[in-house]
Nanobody, 118 residues
Framework: QVQLVESGGGLVQTGGSLRPSCAAF????????MGWFRQATGKEREFVAK????????TYSDSLKGRFTISRDNAKNTVDLQMNSLKPEDTAVYYC???????????WGKGTLVTVSS
């Protein structure tokens, strides 16, 4: 049974940094893509970043590229999201997701809340 568990959210001031982590359980993730999404109150879910499990090829939302960095540790089965220069508009629940390379994101975590104070 695949399970994704996020941690590392919290409250930070504008300009600060956080590094939420996603721990993945239940299977090997060869041939999978791991992603981070976020959803702010009153807004739709937004793509943040994704990374291929095998080669670590990363893709970012154009609006966030340069401030956020996604990484994965295959030995630990974890996917991290380094977030720098945080802004109040980054406040959201951040979700980890997983799916096959040419499929959809079939597995989702429950999210971790990131709040950036102004």
């Amino acid at each position: 049974q695949v399970q994704l568990v996020e941690s590392g959210g919290g409250l930070v001031q504008t300009g600060g940094s956080l590094r939420p982590s996603c721990a993945a359980f239940g299977r090997t993730f060869d041939g999978y893509v791991m992603g981070w999404f976020r959803q702010a109150t009153g807004k739709e879910r937004e793509f943040v970043a994704k990374i291929t499990w095998n080669l670590g090829v990363a893709t970012y939302s154009d609006s966030l590229k340069g401030r956020f960095t996604i990484s994965r540790d295959n030995a630990k089965n974890t996917v991290d999201l380094q977030m720098n220069s945080l802004k109040p508009e980054d406040t959201a629940v951040y979700y980890c997701a997983a799916g096959r390379y040419r499929g959809s994101f079939d597995y989702w975590g429950k999210g971790t809340l990131v709040t950036v104070s102004s």
